[in-house]
């Protein structure tokens, strides 16, 4: 049963169209992500489900509810803000407790609730204290507290994290987790950050340009990116592309860039339309290996190519490389690291291979998941 429902939603600020045909359905208890570069509609989406940004045209639902024309504090909701909002003023308690003596809520429900969700955030020490006090990790769980103690429908949270040090916000996306799985709140969470995306949401809507681009769980849009710009956008080090034509030959399908030519799979070549004179190549870094057996099964898939720069990263490492004139990456094991400068030989493991087309963009070809499997 869906909780949130946003239906076809837009929004215009003059002649500027910043969301687009939006429509969305949250279930109870889910965990959506909104992710996408600056300016792409994330945040106004956001703050359309506050209400705190009129919505031009569409429906926005919350418990069945619609919503559109109630203020934000008749909407049950409980936001969490990238400056995390706190009043300079006040200790923990009273801004933890601030919302709820707005509604007129007893004393002591008042000091049961706060009290329960500082221990539960273990800032129950901190509760005398006022913000400037805090450290930026302890500042975002008074945020969060304040949040929880009103026992809200929906959580928004707009880029809580991105004020804090990199290891200070790995440690936070992990509590931030179990926070949502042991309350249960369905909670909608913006962010520009595809890790952040990637490690939190059940499900995660990547936007552009106020357009949705596709909606799916972490993996699924890993493994099955919709289109060339959700392949580019999703993954670190992101994919690589080549340009390439296509060509039949013997029963065979070859790709062919500049100063390379591939020969696909069969069951692979059988699965592309071969009308199509022009595409785009795709293979993650890490289908760009030095795996013996690959090389030994596929000669044809190798290349040398020249390290330019070399990035080890403990476990593994980044290799750069330029390669049909684009700067590529490869992502190596970290005790098989070339020198820069070196020379190595690398597979491209074509299994791996994504194919989009060259004017829409869409993909045409995605790999089978058991693929990354070595089948």
């Known amino acids: ?11 215009k600020f003059g002649q500027v169209i910043a969301v687009r045909e939006f429509n969305l359905e949250i279930k109870e208890g889910e965990f959506i992500v909104l992710v996408g570069p600056s300016g792409c509609g994330k945040t106004t989406t956001l703050r359309m489900v506050a209400g705190l940004e009129d919505i031009t045209q569409g429906e926005i639902y919350i418990g069945n509810r619609l919503v559109n024309d109630l203020a934000p504090k008749d909407r049950d909701i409980a936001m969490v803000f990238q400056n995390y909002a706190l009043y300079p003023h006040m200790n923990v308690y009273d801004n933890m407790a601030f919302g709820l003596k707005m509604k007129k809520v007893p004393k002591e429900e008042i000091k049961k609730r706060v009290e329960e969700a500082a221990k539960f955030l273990g800032i129950e020490h901190l509760l005398a204290r006022k913000p400037k006090e805090l450290s930026g990790g302890q500042r975002q769980r008074v945020a969060l507290g304040r949040a929880i103690v009103r026992e809200p429908k929906v959580f928004l949270m707009d880029e809580p994290l991105s004020n804090l040090d990199a290891k200070l916000r790995v440690q936070m996306r992990s509590e931030l987790i179990k926070l949502q799985q042991k309350l249960g709140v369905t909670t909608l969470y ?14 995660i809507v990547v936007m552009k340009d106020g357009i949705i681009q596709q909606i799916d769980t972490p993996l699924g849009l890993y493994e099955r990116p919709a289109n060339l710009f959700v392949a580019s956008f999703i993954g670190s080090p992101p994919m690589n592309f080549l340009n390439v ?31 199509r004179k022009e595409a785009i190549l795709g293979l993650r870094p890490e ?88 089948n």
């Open 190 to 203: 913006v962010t520009h950050d595809q890790v952040e995306a990637m490690t939190m949401g059940h499900r």
């Open 287 to 374: 289908d760009i290996t030095i795996d013996a057996k690959l090389i030994q099964s596929h000669p044809e898939w190798v290349y040398k190519i020249r390290a330019e720069v070399v990035e080890p990263l403990g476990g593994e490492g980044l290799v750069y490389f330029t390669f049909s004139d684009r700067q590529m990456v490869a992502k190596l094991s970290g005790s098989h690291l070339p020198k820069a400068g070196e020379d190595i030989a690398l597979v491209f493991n074509l299994k791996r291979a994504y194919l989009f087309d060259k004017e829409s963009e869409k993909a045409i070809l995605k790999p089978q998941r058991k693929d990354r499997n070595g």
């Open 1 to 11: 049963m869906s909780f949130v429902i946003l239906k076809d939603i837009w929004k």
């Open 245 to 275: 034509s296509f060509e039949k030959e013997g029963g065979e399908l070859k790709v062919k860039g500049r100063g390379f030519t591939f020969t696909l799979p069969q069951e692979i070549g059988e699965r592309v339309e071969t009308e």
